[in-house]
DNA sequence: TAAAGTACTTTGAGATGCAAAGTTAATATA
DNA sequence: TATATTAACTTTGCATCTCAAAGTACTTTA
């Protein structure tokens, strides 16, 4: 058996991270409130995993305003994308494993 | 939709801690030189997630000598089997969520 | 007697996680 | 005009986690 880790992305080690690209692999376009909300994240905590993602290139963020607010908005770049799939498809591999 | 992070273990995040366990999970009994050597790990590194996992109750060691040579075992506990399948189910429901 | 194997524990450095507080820039309210 | 509020951060500082490498205790093999 190959070893199952390496099938799996560092970047998804955290629970939160996984939460947003879970959203924004089904919601195109999502806010920070909406993030925030959702997960029940602070202020600092959400921003600071955001900007992980952002760094590995796994989300894009645009800013707005909204009427008279400014709004930001986050979407999953193509390479996020694909980096989340294949760690769920990694995660599927290592829970079938009929390893022996 | 509720907070879909809270339907994640905690003591999974961790790569190393989720191929230990998928390796228990099929394989009712496994050593410490075979995960050293599946999951590539240093003795260290090693031995510390498996101290995470038994605080946590996860799984039970056990102790013998093979002829001469010290063996020591692994096995998933029914509060670890329960605990991951819960994991992998949060997972499940974490990727399918048509979330709005 | 020396080297090697088993299964650790310890050490220490670096990365990560988090809440809380501070920040910036804009708008709304008194 | 002064104050408050909102949005989205950034900074701070502490705690926890992660890891490799080295050390340990015991035994076996050369």
Do not use: C, W
Not at 29 to 48: H, I, M, P, Q, V
């Amino acid at each position: 058996m190959p070893n199952p880790i390496l099938l799996l992305n560092k970047a998804f080690d955290s629970r939160i991270r996984l939460g947003i690209m879970a959203i924004l692999m089904t919601n195109e376009r999502t806010d920070f409130n909406y993030l925030k909300e959702t997960l029940e994240l602070t202020d600092g905590n959400l921003a600071s995993h955001i900007s992980a993602l952002e760094q590995a290139n796994f989300i894009e963020v645009s800013k707005q305003f909204i009427g008279k607010k400014p709004n930001t908005t986050y979407k999953a770049t193509p390479e996020g994308k694909e980096a989340f799939k294949k760690h769920i498809d990694g995660l599927e591999q290592l829970i079938r494993t009929d390893n022996l």
